[in-house]
T-cell receptor
């Protein structure tokens, strides 16, 4: 059973370009979470999705950022018109269930975004 | 909203026991998790407490007191490979997990 997969592992963009980050959850997992991590800092929650639904996007900037988790295919985190402050590691995690007594999030290796 | 506090750094020697504390504020509390991260790599799940008490998994144990909004991770028989960042994360009833800023554990010989 393959783990959570993210691609690309490294992404370089110039200011103003678009960045598209992909996350394939573990097989059988229907809950996906995106986090951003700056160097020497913690993981900052961005968005929580289930298949075809955004459950909580309270951590995602209102402008330029969007996320989706379609019925088929990977989850996509999209950053439009990137700025240097978007440079960070973006981690995706998935879980099988999200109930009170179920909590294991499996993390992908992350995408390191560098904006020049 | 949700917020957590944990120490930024902890240092201990091989073979020792170390406790990393975490206090939190949240509404709709579901549970407290602990994750380990080496050198900016993928965080890995260590433990989860939804009920008060101690959960033991090998050398690692995690404790939760819901009335005190407090938990800790206990690492026994420390090894050099335990040097890493440790994050507590609180989960609310909407399924959202908020992570602390992490504790960097340095294990010295």
């Amino acid at each position: 059973n393959a783990g959570v997969m993210q691609n690309p592992r490294h992404l370089v963009r110039r200011r103003g370009q678009e960045a598209r980050l992909r996350c394939s959850p573990m097989k059988g997992h229907s809950h996906v979470y995106w986090y951003r991590q700056l160097p020497e800092e913690g993981l900052k929650f961005m968005v929580y999705l289930q298949k075809e639904n955004i459950i909580d996007e309270s951590g995602m900037p209102k402008e330029r950022f969007s996320a989706e988790f379609p019925k088929e295919g990977p989850s996509i985190l999209r950053i439009q018109q990137v700025v240097r402050g978007d440079s960070a590691a973006y981690f995706c995690a998935s879980s099988e269930r999200a109930g009170a007594f179920q909590e294991t999030q499996y993390f992908g290796p992350g995408t390191r975004l560098l904006v020049l | 909203g949700q917020s957590l506090e944990q120490p930024s750094e902890v240092t201990a020697v091989e073979g020792a026991i170390v406790q990393i504390n975490c206090t939190y504020q949240t509404s709709g509390f579901y549970g407290l998790s602990w994750y380990q991260q080496h050198d900016g790599g993928a965080p890995t799940f260590l433990s989860y407490n939804a009920l008060d008490g101690l959960e033991e998994t090998g050398r690692f144990s995690s404790f939760l007191s819901r009335s005190d909004s407090y938990g800790y991770l206990l690492l026994q028989e420390l090894q050099m490979k335990d040097s890493a960042s440790y994050f507590c994360a609180v989960k609310n009833n909407a399924g959202k997990s908020t992570f602390g800023d992490g504790t960097t554990l340095t294990v010295k010989p």
